[in-house]
């Protein structure tokens, strides 16, 4: 199995890279972080973002998309990696855009994606009510109320679920363990309570109050009871997602510590022809590869059978953790002291780094998810 892009796949791939350079730069992070209110996010960028088609990626052209896959998508995502771009591409035309595909019926998907694949509407999904991702333990109540439900809960760690036009809302539907129904609701419904919270990559993600929230029988995506499966695949879909930023990062990162390493000079030598240092890069750079591999693998599988990549995924996961991990903290360790500071940009990849290990599960997480599926 190859992992090389394609010739289109590298356009695509020289596109994104060209317009977040110019756009969205890292430097854009720090006047983001600045602000204590608002989206978290440039607006006017992400209409330019998504007049490139970028948002319609994962939607059938039959809904107004593109019709690629995610081995297409993560080449956007390691892009966005790579500038520490705020843009709410991975939440809404990703996880959120694949739940609805996986879940919703022929018309609700009509009704539904091509807002998402134009970018008019962002939409995020919630999942998380604990400090800690686990989607088996959903608490949030979903409860029939003649022809349509009534949902109480809160959920916690919503991607860009303050700046949401839509939230698909997981919710408990019956006491049966796979009793999983997924609510679309607009921003702004009647009991429906959004607070906005700043992650410690300055980025910013939402806590959500339901209360007494009604909706109509057509809010749910789907049958009753059957939501497991839709959402189990817009969770791998933001699981490699993720570690397909995780790359990115990881690239980038490399890329300036060996820049460093062949400018610095101390004891009248560029540090690079340290010896130990240049085992640590060469290390470096093998742990990055083999996070690739297993990027790729679970790009490809996704796109291939996503019922069968649960597995690919989450190996992709947490090597891309690792990784990204072991970079940014032999980049902080390679530049020195000026590495610690606040003025330089490696700060910023190690904290986006330490949000993303823990988005839709840590390296512990799927490690219990290996081995369960293992009959461990």
Known sequence: MSYLPTQEQTMLRDSARAFLSEQAPVAQLRSLRAQATGDGFDRALWQRFTGLGFTGMLVPEAHG?????????????????????????SASAVVAASAIRAAGSAAQCAALLPAIASGERIAALAVDERSKHDPQQIALSARRDGDGWVLNGRKTFVE??????????VARTGSAPGDIGLFVLPQGTPGLQTERVAMVDAQASARLVLQDVRLGADALLGAPDQGGAALQ???????????????????EVFARTLAYLKERRQFDRVIGEFQA????AAVLMVDIE????????????????????SAAVSVAKSRAGRSALLAVQEGVQMHGGMGMTD????????????VLQERYGDAGFHADRLATAGGY
């Open 277 to 280: 240092l240049q085992h640590r």
């Open 65 to 89: 998309g593109l019709g690629l896959g995610h081995a297409d998508a993560g080449l956007l995502l390691q892009e966005i990696g790579r500038h520490l771009s705020v843009l709410p591409f």
């Open 343 to 354: 003025e330089f940009e490696m700060g910023f990849f190690m904290k986006r780094v330490r």
């Open 160 to 169: 860009f679920g303050h700046a949401a036009d839509l939230l698909v809302v």
């Open 233 to 251: 695949a817009a969770l791998d879909a933001g699981r490699a997602a993720a570690a397909a930023e995780l790359l990115g990062i990881a690239d």
């Open 290 to 309: 083999l996070a690739r591999a297993a990027v790729g693998q679970a790009l490809q599988a996704l796109d291939a059978n996503p019922a069968q990549a």
